[in-house]
């Protein structure tokens, strides 16, 4: 079983390719890791492994682990997001600790 290091270096690497074949600069996307119902033991491994932007769709998970990360080494790097299909009620209901709003849409894409 891969680490989770392993794990997000082959995704960074899978990226990178994605984005030099699509004429894209890599640093142009953004790895977002859903870390919801993850533990902060794996969050931090993933931290570590150089991955800063996570996101949530449980607000009160998502502000544990905010005021959990606070005093990390990495806090000042480290962007939280808040994920959720299309709930205005639970987006008013957002602290302002978890700065982005993502609403998520299905799209169907061809494979290439």
């Known amino acids: 079983m891969n680490s989770i290091k392993q794990n997000i270096t082959q995704v960074i690497n899978e990226m990178a390719l994605a984005t030099k074949k699509c004429g894209r600069a890599t640093d142009s996307v953004q790895l977002l890791a859903v870390s919801k119902t993850k533990p902060v ?30 005093n990390h ?16 009620i639970k987006r008013a209901q957002l602290p302002s600790i978890l700065i982005g709003f993502i609403r998520l849409i299905a799209l169907k894409l061809p494979l290439a």
């Open 41 to 70: 033991a794996a969050i931090e491994q993933a931290i570590d492994a150089g991955l800063f932007a996570f996101g949530e769709n449980y607000v009160q998970e998502g502000v544990d682990k905010v005021n959990y990360f606070a």
């Open 73 to 88: 080494p990495a806090a000042k790097q480290l962007v939280w997001h808040f994920i959720d299909q299309s709930s205005p």
